[in-house]
Nanobody, 126 residues
Framework: QVMLAESGGRLVQAGGSLSLSCAASGSINIYAMGWFRQAPGREREFVAS????????YYGDSVKGRFTISRDNSKNTVSLQMNRLTPEDTAVYYC????????????????????WGQGTQVTVSQ
């Protein structure tokens, strides 16, 4: 079992940048990792996913070109660098892990993930 803990969420002005981090309690070498977000009254939305060795990434359309997912398996961490933030990016951001042995496997569907963190709040003001 893997426990995940997100950090880095805070209030930021529109146009600014923010980096989120997800720390795992154990090795994440066999897991595709993902970030999702959920705003009040809205469904959970896929943000980004990265394969178990970092060889492949995939982004949701709303963040493509602005956000970057990365991982450091030696530290059991996954990061999400968010640039050019807008108020529409305001949400609770969740980190998730999907057991996926494919070196290029990414996971886009929330139901496919095995483990989730508690989330971190990101608020973008005008």
């Amino acid at each position: 079992q893997v426990m995940l803990a997100e950090s880095g969420g805070r209030l930021v002005q529109a146009g600014g940048s923010l980096s989120l981090s997800c720390a795992a309690s154990g090795s994440i070498n066999i897991y595709a990792m993902g970030w999702f977000r959920q705003a009040p009254g809205r469904e959970r939305e896929f943000v980004a996913s990265i394969s178990n060795n970092g060889a492949n990434t995939y982004y949701g359309d709303s963040v493509k070109g602005r956000f970057t997912i990365s991982r450091d398996n030696s530290k059991n961490t996954v990061s999400l660098q968010m640039n050019r933030l807008t108020p529409e990016d305001t949400a609770v951001y969740y980190c998730a892990a999907d057991r996926n042995l494919s070196p290029r496997g990414v996971t886009l569907v929330a139901d496919h993930y095995d483990y989730w963190g508690q989330g971190t709040q990101v608020t973008v003001s005008q």
